[in-house]
């Protein structure tokens, strides 16, 4: 497909860990971001991964990188109230720096 | 240092009328961007300015959008006349330059101008 796909949705409880899928669509070497909104404010880069990397880990967050599948995954471990937010997953569309965003995941953290 | 900033936060207006979207990037940043988030769905690519010339307009949605870059500093979106569909969360982002070869490129978000078009 065209799109960069994400699921719509995620409830966990505080202290569990969350973990947020996406889909991709360039083949080529290309960036991909994970981008976190909280309410009234803009969109803040937590982290990003190069395609040709499996994993890249950053305190609590952790993105895995299947390229076969082209499947984008964030691991929030020790998910706590302020990581309430909606998350965005982007790839790096050209050279330029254009990027194409999914829909966003909302996640809700619950005592 | 200041972030991007975005002006107005909320904007309602009526079918037909105009309205101008106003961005500030980072100060030096060459790289400017606007988005769109329509009704809870991807946010979309319009355009992307190198200073105060347009590098990709591709996403612009048609001719009733215009944008400008005055000087390569702030940018402003016009929208005239507006449609219902041109409701929703309009984002601007800048980035240091210069890009065209590679790297990660970050892209610093304003905090989005709601519009609603009734």
């Known amino acids: 497909g065209e799109d960069v796909e994400q699921s719509l949705f995620l409830s966990v409880r505080e202290g569990d860990s969350s973990v947020i899928n996406c889909t991709y669509t360039?083949?080529?070497?290309?960036?991909l971001y994970w981008y976190k909104q909280e309410p009234g404010a803009g969109l803040q880069l937590l982290t990003y991964?190069?395609?040709?990397?499996d994993m890249k880990q950053d305190q609590r967050l952790t993105v895995l990188l299947n390229k076969k599948d082209k499947h984008l995954s964030l691991r929030i471990a020790d998910t706590q109230t302020g990581d309430s937010a909606i998350y965005f997953c982007?790839?790096?569309?050209?050279?330029?720096?254009?990027?194409?965003f999914g829909a966003g995941t909302q996640v809700v953290v619950t005592p | 240092e200041a972030g991007v900033t975005q002006f107005p936060s909320h904007s309602v207006i009526e079918k037909g009328q105009t309205v101008t979207l106003r961005c500030d990037p980072i100060?030096?940043?060459?790289?400017l961007y606007w988005y769109r988030r329509v009704m809870g769905k991807e946010i979309k690519f319009l355009l992307h300015f190198v200073k105060e010339s347009k590098q990709d307009e591709s996403g612009m949605p048609n001719n009733r959008f215009l944008a400008e870059r005055t000087g390569g500093t702030y940018s402003t979106l016009k929208v005239q006349p507006a449609e219902l569909e041109d409701s929703g969360v309009y984002f601007c982002a800048s980035s240091q330059g210069p890009q065209g070869a590679g790297g990660y490129n970050e892209q610093f978000f304003g905090p989005g101008t709601r519009l609603t078009v009734l």
């Open positions: 100060s030096g940043h060459d790289n």
């Open positions: 991964i190069f395609s040709n990397m």
């Open positions: 982007a790839e790096k569309f050209d050279s330029w720096g254009k990027l194409q």
């Open positions: 360039d083949s080529s070497s290309t960036y």
